[in-house]
Structure formats: C-alpha cells, structure tokens
C-alpha cells in the first residue's frame, strides 16, 4: 500500500512468458505494440517500418504473413530490426511452421482455423523447436460458426468459449508458452470478455479494441475500453488498433500507460486548455514543445499553465514547470522541481522549456548511470 493507495492498481497475477527477449505477464512491463502496414513480402519496406515504430518505444512489433512470399522475406526481416517479430497466420499451418522457422519470435493464431489436429501439432512442434510463443487471437468479428448459432450473436461468453477451445488445443499437446487476446471493435463486449477470461485462466492477457476507427476516435474508444482493463489490473501487452501511421499507436499506447502511472517513457506534458486568463498562447506553446521535445526518451513532467490559478499548484508536482503571469504580463514564473526558480520572457518559453528538459534529462540519464554501475 503507498502514500496514495487511490492510485494503486494491483495487477492481475498471471504466469509470463517470453516473446522473443520481451517477457510478457508476470511482474515484468506491460509491453507495447503495433503492426506494420507495408507488404511483408517487401522486406526492406517492412524493415524500415519496423525501425521507425521500435524507434516511437514499441516492444514488439506483428507482421502480416498471408503467403510464402511473406515468410520467405521473414528471415531477413527478423534479423534486420531490434525487437521481437510476431507472425500472423491465419488459415494455412505451413506459414506458421515457417514463420518460425524464419525467426519469428511469436506466431498469432487461432488453432481452430487453420485445420486438423495434425496440423495443428505441427505448427505447435516447430514453434517449440524454435523458440517460440504463440498468441491465441479471438476476435467478435470472425467467431466460429457453431459459437454464433449457439449464443446467436457475438457476446463475452462466445468470445471466451472461443479462447479456451484454442487454449486447450494447445494445452492438449503440451504448449504452454501463450497469450491470449479477446478483442472486439465494440467497447463493452471487449470490456466483458476481457473481464471474464482473466477469471478463466492465468495466461498473460494482450489488450486491444479492434477496428477502433482514426487517430481521434480510435484513441479514445482505445483508452476508454483498455484504460478500464488496465486499471483493473487486467492486461500483461497492448497495441491500440488505429487507421493511422502505427508509429501514432505507439504514441497512443504509452499515453494511456503514462495515465495510470503504469509505465513512463518521454515528457509528460501537463497543460492547461487556456482561456481568457492565460498570459501566453498556451495551445501553440503545447504543440511546439510536443514536437521540439519527442526525441526525449527519459521519464519526466512539465507543467505549461496559462496562468495563477493553477499554475503553481501543477509546478509543485511536476519536475519542470511554466506558469503564465496573466493576461497581458510579458513574463512567467519557471519552477524546478516544484519550486520557484526564476522569470522567463514569454517569447522565450519554448527554446527555454526545450533546453531545461533536455539538461534534465541528461542530469537523471547520468545518475542512473551512476547508480548502475555503483550495483555491479
């Protein structure tokens, strides 16, 4: 229990596993996700991509695998980017068996379609024979035909017979290295089905909303449905499912993991939404800085208020902080590390924000060096 136990979230206890050098579940991190949009089959295309998401925090990155051309490209893919590859298979076991063979540090599937038991076997050979884990993915849109004639619609207990039929599969022939998503573009069914799984069984849990829609409304289906699971302790890896660049889901993930004090990468921006009161231009100054500071990878807070009313009470929680002096002042108050330190012209705040930050940044890098090598 902390200082603050209205804050405290108590994670749901689940066994790990590992995908690829990421471990998933457990006590480890809630990872981040995406996938890659390019055609796989394109390799350098797809390496860039991934590079460019692993670069936006991304812990694991998926790739469509629909055909041989796919796989065949796999193996330069996954040794040609720094995080874990999952593949995605659907329908034909030979791309799963070769997606492992390729490199593949995960294989998303669904046991129950892509044939026999036999086949299913196989698959489930080659990936202990490399390495690697397997993502169990059910989704409301594409549930079995006897589940929708049985329950007559998609519904949390369909999607979760679902889940644990292909759970068993691969229980059955002694495969435990698995997660399992419940997904559903319809926020309360994921919600429900969510909830009811973590009852179910004790694999690690991948989170998402499905076809949540653009960057606006996706984002905010996304954190309303996966904010709920997260704060109730369910969810072990995420990836915010948006009709966008996957480097935005990236961006998307984090911010909701930085909302509930989940995980940290980057500033934090904290920022008010200005009005009348505000003694620069607020909104302008949070855009600029969003941009000037996005290369900053170190944890912290800055506070950018309009003005008094509450500008100084957010300064004293954050790690750097600007103030307006009101409306028509042509200075405002820089605070430290919660404390007042000194006045700053108003044409100057974005340059002088930026070059804080970043000395701030280089200071807690230095002393967590310091303390890494102090404990070896």
Known sequence: MSLRPWRDIERRKCRQIMVGNVPVGGDAPIAVQSMTNTLTSDAQATIRQVNEIAEAGADIVRVSCPDVESTKAL?????????PIVADIH????????????????????????GSE??????????????????????????EKDLLEKYGEPCPEAMVE????????????????FKISVKASDVFLTVA??????????????????????????????????????????????RVSLSADPVEEIKAGFDILKSLNLRHRGVNVISCPSCARQGFQVIDTVEQ????????????????????????????????????????????????????DHRIDNSEIVDHLVELVEKKAAEIQAEEAKQSVAAE
Not at 75 to 83: D, G, L, Q
Not at 97 to 108: D, K, S
Request: proline share 3%; net charge negative.
């Open 289 to 340: 800085l969003e941009k000037r500071l996005a290369h900053i990878t170190t944890p912290m807070t800055l506070s950018v208020i309009g003005c008094v009313v509450n500008g100084p009470g957010e300064a004293r929680e954050t790690d750097i902080g600007f103030t307006g002096g009101g409306a028509g002042k042509e200075h405002g108050m820089i605070y430290l590390d919660g404390e007042v």
């Open 162 to 177: 679902s889940a644990l039929d292909h759970a068993k599969i691969l229980q059955d022939n002694d495969f435990h290295e």
């Open 118 to 143: 036999e086949r299913v076997r196989e698959v489930i050979k080659a990936a202990k024979d490399h390495g690697c884990s397997m993502r169990i993915g059910v989704n409301g849109g594409s549930l």
């Open 91 to 114: 329908f034909h076991y030979k791309r799963g068996i070769e997606a492992a063979e390729a490199g593949a540090a995960c294989l998303r599937i669904n046991p129950g379609n892509i």
């Open 75 to 83: 193996k330069e893919i996954c040794a040609n980017v720094p995080v």
């Open 193 to 238: 089905a969510y909830h009811a799984l973590a009852e179910a069984i004790d694999c690690p849990l991948h989170l998402g909303v499905t076809e949540a829609g653009g960057l606006r409304i996706g984002s905010v289906k996304s954190a309303i449905g996966m904010g709920n699971l997260l704060w109730a302790g369910i969810g072990d890896t995420i």
